[in-house]
């Protein structure tokens, strides 16, 4: 499985982008790149999901370089209720989701 | 839109004891998992279960663990005898595809 790494944590004023990165380095040729987010209390909630350079949907864009050894997740002006931790996960569509420590993202009024 | 629900939203029991946890899947998806999340900690995959079957599991889901899906609407999650190490949250989720997997809100088991 492709080990992920992203910032522990992170702090935005409200109405900013905020743009979150992952690292990836031995993503393989059959894994997709998914973010999710999760409240406290609450159970993840999928994002956004992309395999090669740039998806977008209504909540987020996700970037993903040629060499696609890193992603980043684009949050468009965020709010204070953006306030939680998203999770990059790398991995096949056959592969179980396995959610790292994510980044825990404060959003400041 | 359609939700995947679970209940009780919190069981307490004593260590030892037998726990169900139910899970109301969306209703066309076809895929079927647990995870686990200790408090503070991560989620943690524990078992899918597809077309009637366990198609992976976790080293976290022992003999002490078994899921069944009884009556073609609720996914179960029985843990047998249970351990202080098992309070947790317990996620349910559904998918129809291999890919985005629907969440629900969780059961919060605490074992005394």
């Known amino acids: 499985l492709a080990k992920t790494t992203q910032p522990i944590s992170m702090d935005s004023y409200e109405g900013q982008e905020v743009n979150i990165t992952c690292s990836h380095n031995n993503i393989a040729t059959n894994d997709y790149i998914t973010w999710y987010q999760q409240f406290p209390s609450q159970g993840p909630r999928f994002i956004i999901q992309g395999y090669k350079t740039k998806v977008t949907n209504e909540v987020a864009s996700l970037f993903i370089p040629a060499d696609r050894k890193s992603s980043t997740l684009s949050l468009p002006r965020v709010s204070l209720s953006d306030t939680a931790v998203y999770y990059c996960?790398?991995?096949?569509?056959?592969?179980?989701?396995?959610f790292g420590k994510g980044t825990r993202l404060s959003v400041i009024a | 839109e359609p939700e995947v629900t679970q209940t009780p939203s919190h069981q307490v029991t004593q260590m030892g004891q037998e726990v169900i946890l139910r899970c109301v899947p969306i209703?066309?998806?076809?895929?079927f998992y647990w995870y686990r999340q200790i408090l503070g900690q991560k989620v943690e995959f524990l078992v899918s279960f597809y077309n009637n079957e366990i198609s992976e599991k976790s080293e976290i889901f022992d003999d002490q663990f078994s899921v069944e899906r009884p009556d073609g609407s609720n996914f179960t999650l029985k843990i047998r005898s249970t351990k202080l190490e098992d309070s947790a949250m317990y996620f349910c989720?559904?998918?129809?595809?291999?890919?985005?997997?629907?969440f629900g809100p969780g059961t919060r088991l605490t074992v005394l």
């Open positions: 989720a559904s998918s129809d595809s291999y890919n985005e997997q629907f």
């Open positions: 209703s066309n998806h076809l895929y």
């Open positions: 996960l790398v991995g096949d569509q056959d592969t179980p989701l396995v």
